[in-house]
């Protein structure tokens, strides 16, 4: 089945840093999303990128198709903005579902 | 309802027992997922319903696990003869229609079998 890696697996940084989360996939897909779950165990669907950029806010995602990745970005991060980032993807044979990554856990210390 | 709703949050059972997890996702949605999430760990797929169908229950761990969903909307997973390593945060998630839409997980139900 695809692969989904993310990295880091785990950043700490100071409030206000800005910071890149990597999803690289191992197949095409047809459907990618980016998740935090927050220390309550939340699931937040942030972005549904299967190609392009989109911005929200401090948040922005690039996902290139072709190369098979995609990028998260978070700038001027807040305490709130820790927990864990997952990206999903649906792979191009059509299966109907996402398969998630292992994560990065993100925490922000004031 | 305003977004996807799972019962009960938490739940403890003994060894050996059933037990029924609820669902009912956002009104209209006709996709729903069902996942699994052990302690520290990533998202396990279990399922998925498009209207009331199943098309493939491959990810389902074993035969003592089943889910059916009535009218299009509530849905139930159902965990026969409970075993420890069925202890986990079971995620329900609802989509537009099935895949091509970003998905909304609910809080969970936290299972611990003991």
Known sequence: ?110 | GAGVSQSPSNKVTEKGKDVELRCDPISGHTALYWYRQSLGQGLEFLIYFQGNSAPDKSGLPSDRFSAERTGGSVSTLTIQRTQQEDSAVYLCASSLVLANYGYTFGSGTRLTVV
């Open chain 1, 1 to 110: 089945g695809i692969q989904v890696e993310q990295s880091p697996p785990d950043l700490i940084l100071q409030e206000g840093a800005n910071s890149t989360l990597r999803c690289n996939f191992s197949d095409s897909v047809n459907n990618l999303q980016w998740f935090h779950q927050n220390p309550w165990g939340q699931l937040i669907n942030l972005f549904y990128i299967p190609s392009g950029t989109k911005q929200n806010g401090r948040l922005s995602a690039t996902t290139v198709a072709t190369e098979r990745y995609s990028l998260l970005y978070i700038s001027s991060s807040q305490t709130t903005d820790s927990g864990v980032y997952f990206c999903a993807v649906e792979p191009g044979t059509g299966a109907n579902n996402l398969f998630f990554g292992t994560g990065t856990r993100l925490t922000v210390i004031p």
